[in-house]
């Protein structure tokens, strides 16, 4: 595949959609649709971006025997989906401070340590650029409901054997689904 062009179809508060013009290796064209985060998409370069969108964060509880999952309602599914805590990183922050807000945020619990911070990769790679880092890590405190008045989360502790029940019933984002089998084993 070969670059052709992009073109911006439309600008939202959040996201923004693109048509990227392909070249396929049997010289047909091809139009992809995506969506990014970011304002302007120029060229190849741009769409891999040099900075992340966002921040995922992964914590147990200090003695690594709970993994703490939000349950969200989320919108495009119309329906409750857990997750791990996330957020976009905000112009200035380092991902590290954002994933300590966000936690904050959603949860009112400390992220006190951090066992890893693991390179940028995409949420939904299949039809948008958004990248963000994952920060596995340790947190405490009690939790609360978030400060967010825009979104409906309900964070909370899960030990092994009720995430595997989880996995069983309940909607997953699939990143979190993913982890949390391996974690639950």
Sequence with gaps: MKLQGIIKREQGQFINRYDLVYETQAGRKKVYEIISRRKELLGAEDLKGETPDAVVI???????????LNKEFRMAVNDWVYHFPAGLIDPGE?????AKRELWEETGLELYEVEDMLAPSYSAVSFGNESNVCIVGRARGRVRPST???????????????????????????????YCYIWSK
């Design 58 to 68: 992964i914590v147990t509880d200090e003695y690594g025997e709970r993994i703490l």
């Design 148 to 178: 967010s008045d825009a979104e409906e989360i309900v964070a909370g502790w899960y030990t092994k054997e009720e995430v595997r029940a989880l996995l069983n019933t309940e909607r997953f984002a699939a990143r979190t689904q993913a």
């Design 94 to 98: 380092t991902p590290l401070e954002s």
